[in-house]
Each structure stands twice: as C-alpha cells, then as structure tokens.
C-alpha cells in the first residue's frame, strides 16, 4: 500500500485529492501549458497539499513525457501519476516518466461500456478483461500503485463492470476510478453505483474507489459528492475546473463543499484551502483562461456584494449573506491604495496580500511595469496589478516580445500598424495595412515572424471601469489540431491585442512551431 492509500484507510473520513489539472485540465481546447508553466502549476498543488498530481500523458508527446518526468524528480511530497491507455507501450513510457517520483503511480484506463466497446474498440467484453488482466499486471510491475479506470464506467452495465473491478484488483490495481467520461449520470445514480459496486465484487476492500466527474450538464461537483457517499474516497479534480469539453468538477468547490457543510458530508481532505486563489491564478495565468467572474469560490464576483439589502446586512454582520470568509480561500480583505507614490515594500505586500508569490527578478519586472502604468492611469485597482502581474509570469521565456507599436487609425483607411519586435534578442520592424487597426497589428505580427497558426477567438474587455481603465484582450491561436490562447492587457487596446497574440505565438513555438522571423534586423 502506498502513503496515499494508507492515509485514506487509516481514517474512514479522510478523501484524498488526485488533481488532474494537467492531464484532463490541459485536455481542453486552448488551455495548453509550457513546460515552465506546468513546473510551476505542480509547485502550487503540492504546496496546496494535493495528495495525487496527475502530471500528464508520457505517450502524447515528447513534451509531455518530459514534463512528468521533471514533475515526477521535483515533487516530494505528493504521489505523481503517469497516465497510459491499456496499451503495452503507453504504461512503459508512463513507468519510465514516473521512474524518480518519490511516490509514483501509474494511471491506465481501458473503455468498458457498450457504446465504446462495439463503435470505438471494436473488441468483445471477454477481450477487454483480458486486456484489463494484461495491462494491469504489466503496470503493477512498475510501480506498486496502480490506478484503473473504466472509461464511460457510467454507461456501463452494472453486472459486467463489477467483473472488470473484480479482474483489475485480483491484477494489482489499488485504486479503481469509476469515471462519468461524458458527465451524464445524476447524484442518486451515481452514489449507487459506488455501493453496488462495493458492495458486490468480491475484492472490493482490497482498493481505494475513485470519482471522476465531466461537467457536462454541469453536475461534476455534486456527482462527485454523492459518490464519496457512495463510499469513495479519492476525487479526481481539476483547478478552476477546467477539462475536456465543459470541464471536470472543480478542485475548490468540492474541497470547500466538504468543509463548509462538513455537518452532511463528514470528510476531510488534506488541502491548505488558503492557497485556493492562488492556485486558480496559477492555472488561470498558465494557460491564460480567463476565470468565469462569478465562478464559486475564485471567481471575481464570489465574495462581492452589490445589492444594497445585501450591503446592509454583511456591514452588520457577515455571515448573512457569508457562508465563507474570503479569508478562508486566500482571498484577503484589506485593500491598500496603489498608486504612483507607492514603493517597493507596499507593492510587494499587495502582491503577498493577493496570493501572488514572486521571486525576486519577477517582482522587480512586476514593479517596474506597475509603475509604468501608476503613471498613466490614476488609480490602480487590484484587477489592474493582477493583469499586470499573470502578463508578467506568463512572458518570462518568450523568445518573441512587443518592443513598440504605432497605429493609425480612424474613419480614412486603410489602417496601417508599424511595429518593432524582439525576436531572439534581434529587432525587426515592420508595416502592415488591415481591415481595422486589429488585423492591421496582427498583420504586422505576421509579417515579422510568418507563420500558418489561425485566429480561432478574440475577445476583450475592460479589467476595471473608466475610460483609462485598461483593457484585457484574450487571444486564441490554432495550429495542426493544436490551440493555444494568450491574454496581454495594456490600457490601450491595441497593445493589449498585439501582446495576446504574441503570448499565444510564444506558447505554440513553446510546443514546437518554428520561428521564421524575417531578416530585416535592425
Ligand atoms: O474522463 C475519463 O474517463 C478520463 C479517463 C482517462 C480517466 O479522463
Ligand atoms: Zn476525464
């Protein structure tokens, strides 16, 4: 038995948390994160006290490969997974990704319903268990903590995945993970299935059970509730919630559902709740996804109260209309005034007092650039620092970077962008007409460092209120079946969509698209 497992025995109502924020999480189009930016994701979790960080695919790419096995050598504390299909090469590239963690762990998952086995597989159910039977074995001779999942667990008859349980124990597996792939069951269905399951195979006792939930009618959170009582005790989660198609449940909403209602659902888990905020703008920064503002628990809106009866009775009291502090989740209340008077040490406390941990260089780029902008705008707004700030962590290794902009725009066309790019340490410029100023600056991106990637979205909107407020452009970029996005903000909005396009263009040569920047170098 592994720490992980042994803790969830040990104590009947402990859940333990296996975070797939860059498994599942970077599944979802547009959320695709550096190799930095996951180091840095992983950080957070294990300091946040995530039990089990599933740290990525080892067979997708040489890239994931390379991000858990440097998850798997740097996190201590917490078990790391390596995920594989039930495929004999996928689990010894997930072994051998996962060969240094100090608790490592492989994750392989097979299809079990109907639907998949006959139009996806194409394999009978006695071929699948002997799958099951394989492929667990070989993964059990790996590493001594095995997880197995039965994908589309939801869809399946309960009959035969009592059997797939049963051979997928007796093979070695210590944890079984019923996953809702399609997030289609409700909470009664899906707590009856964990006891029906528990209560019927026979080997049962022999594992940890495993909720993971998809979003898609937008119960993942309340699913994954009713499966721990249905007797689970490891919730698969993602930060922010994020996941393929609509998402996974979400890790702060179960962490603090479980602890603001622990009077009906008597569970603990071992999360540091203070570091909730923190680490949603890790992830939110990383793969520049923009938290939905009244988003529970992190979202912008989740401890604001605007209605004046609402206004009234927090003044008096704060639990009226607070079932939580902001305090709780790392969200803090003092507010100090910045502006262009303030120094070092008042900025770096505001930093400290929004959850932001930065290393020395990085706060005094952050400062530099808030000072810039004290200069330009009068009062400078939290929402303004964090913009600053996630702009700053995300362009730390960008290899292309916005040096100047000039724009002509108006009602007498066309509109023509002149711009000045560091490319690798060279200044190219460059001039470029559009249909708009936007498509004049991005023309210009383009005529600098060509490439083939295609505008998928582009959305802006003001950080905070006013005429000089800045505004927050977000940027998403395809390229081959792969989709990036970039967020830059500037209280000129045309900056803002030259800086997101190029955090988004940084990402994808992040993920191997050339550069082929043009020779005309200053
Ligand atoms: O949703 C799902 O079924 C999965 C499996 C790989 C566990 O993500
Ligand atoms: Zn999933």
Known sequence: MTDATRNASSSKDRVLIFDTTLRDGEQCPGATMTFEEKLEVADVLDAMGVDIIEAGFPIASDGDFEAVSAIARRIKRATVAGLARAISADIARAGEAVRHAAKPRIHTFVSTSPIHLEHQMRKSEDEVLEIITKTVAQARNLVEDVEWSAMDATRTPIDYLCRTVEAAIKAGATTINLPDTVGYAVPDEYRAMF????????????????????????????????????????????????????????????????????DVLPYDTGIDASLLTRASKAVSTACSFPVQYNKAIVGRNAFAHESGIHQDGMLKNQTTYEIMTPESVGVSKTSLVMGKHSGRAAFRSKLKEMGYDLGDNQLEDAFTRFKALADRKKHVYDEDIEALVDENLASAHDRVRLVSLTVIAGTRGPQ????????????????????????????????????????????????????????????????????????????????????????ALNKLVAKGVRLHAQAAAE
């Open 195 to 262: 006891r029906q399951i528990r209560e019927r195979v026979p080997n049962a006792d022999k594992a940890i059970f495993s909720v993971h939930c998809h979003n898609d009618l937008g119960l993942a959170v309340a699913n994954s509730l009713a499966g721990i009582e249905g007797g689970a005790r490891q919730i698969e989660c993602t930060i922010n919630g994020i996941g393929e198609r609509a998402g996974n449940a979400a890790l702060e909403e179960v962490v603090m559902a479980l602890r603001v209602r622990g």
């Open 416 to 503: 023509r962008a002149t711009m000045k790019l560091d490319v690798d340490g060279r200044f190219v410029t460059e001039e470029a007409e559009g249909n708009g100023p936007i498509d004049a600056v991005f023309n210009a991106i383009k005529a600098i460092v060509p490439h083939e990637a295609v505008l998928e979205l582009y959305d802006v909107h003001a950080v905070t209120e006013g005429t000089d407020a800045q505004a927050e452009v977000t940027v998403r970029l395809s390229h081959e079946g792969s989709s990036v996005t970039g967020r830059g903000a500037d209280p000129d909005t045309l900056v803002s969509s030259a800086k997101a396009y190029l955090v």
